[in-house]
């Protein structure tokens, strides 16, 4: 059974940086492509960032420069490095991995 579990959430004021990380369990992280989205309030999920196998990686257009997405096979942890947030990067981060998602971690930017 595939588990993903996110963490490392929480209050930044903007410009701050957070480091989120989904554990995996059940599945390796390199054997699929694990993604990281958000939801924010009364919005859509939309995509953030994803992570191959191979290493390659790909993001969207509004986090391009300020997020990295990397990696630890050996902990199949997969993290995602936020730096100068603001204040529309607020709100519920989910990781996901073949159609299966995690159950949220909130972030908050302040002003």
């Known amino acids: 059974q595939v588990q993903l579990m996110e963490s490392g959430g929480g209050l930044v004021q903007a410009g701050g940086s957070l480091r989120l990380a989904c554990a995996a369990s059940g599945r390796s992280v390199s054997a699929s492509a694990v993604g990281w989205y958000r939801q924010a309030p009364g919005k859509q999920r939309e995509f953030g960032a994803r992570?191959?196998?191979?290493?390659?990686?790909n993001y969207a257009d509004s986090v391009k420069g300020r997020f990295t997405i990397s990696a630890d096979f050996a902990k199949n942890t997969v993290y995602l490095q936020m730096n100068s947030l603001k204040p529309d990067d607020t709100g519920v981060y989910y990781c996901t991995m073949i159609a299966l998602w995690g159950q949220g971690t909130q972030v908050t930017v302040s002003s």
């Open positions: 992570i191959y196998g191979g290493g390659l990686t």
